[in-house]
T-cell receptor, first 108, second 111 residues
Framework: QKEVEQDPGPLSVPEGAIVSLNCTYS??????FMWYRQYSRKGPELLMY????GNKEDGRFTAQVDKSSKYISLFIRDSQPSDSATYLC????????FGTGTSLTVIP | DVKVTQSSRYLVKRTGEKVFLECVQD?????MFWYRQDPGLGLRLIYF???????EKGDIPEGYSVSREKKERFSLILESASTNQTSMYLC??????????FGPGTRLTVL
């Protein structure tokens, strides 16, 4: 079983939609949870990180961690064409573990 | 802002060549990492370093070596490039385990 599972998509939504991106994990020892955005042919860019369970909001982005279910989510409100990218979840304890990424396209 | 830079964005090399990929970070981070990223496989850790002159193998170190002579610089070396090393190579740095910052990546093609 992989440490981190992420649905690869692709996901295609109309502009303005609410997007939900999700990851599950197997190791209950993970402490930090991160979301990265990666545009084509570029390096991943850190969007948000959270420590332990709960929600964290930054503009149109909300990260949610449910440690009891070993499940994390990233919600994007009022999605824009510029949000079209691959989104990677990541978790860490003594090292980093990444999901394989979900490809998102926001259609104008 | 943390800045991680990589020496080349695109590189084309021939089988058997020795290849050097360089990474520099400007935030005095202790930890630096080299990953390769391939479609469907995600990010795979090649090597990492927690301090100058220190190195630790990641999940796929075969065919690679690294060098960290200065805190800000971490180099990845392909001793004898092979076609199966064609990939996107990403360098990253971090202070702890909560935020890892990536460079722009080097897309290496081995012919």
């Amino acid at each position: 079983q992989k440490e981190v599972e992420q649905d690869p998509g692709p996901l295609s939504v109309p502009e303005g939609a609410i997007v939900s991106l999700n990851c599950t994990y197997s190791n209950s020892a993970f402490q930090y949870f991160m979301w990265y955005r990666q545009y084509s042919r570029k390096g991943p860019e850190l969007l948000m990180y959270t420590y332990s369970s709960g929600n964290k909001e930054d503009g149109r982005f909300t990260a949610q961690v449910d440690k009891s279910s070993k499940y994390i989510s990233l919600f994007i409100r009022d999605s824009q064409p510029s949000d079209s990218a691959t989104y990677l979840c990541a978790m860490s304890r003594n090292q980093f573990y990444f999901g394989t990424g979900t490809s998102l396209t926001v259609i104008p | 802002d943390v800045k991680v830079t990589q020496s080349s964005r695109y590189l084309v090399k021939r089988t058997g060549e020795k290849v050097f990929l360089e990474c520099v970070q400007d935030m005095d981070h202790e930890n630096m990492f080299w990953y390769r990223q391939d479609p469907g496989l995600g990010l795979r850790l090649i090597y990492f370093s927690y301090d100058v002159k220190m190195k630790e193998k990641g999940d796929i170190p075969e065919g690679y070596s690294v060098s960290r002579e200065k805190k800000e610089r971490f180099s990845l070396i392909l001793e004898s490039a092979s076609t199966n090393q064609t990939s996107m190579y990403l360098c990253a740095s971090t202070l702890g385990y909560n935020e890892q910052f990536f460079g722009p990546g080097t897309r290496l093609t081995v012919l």
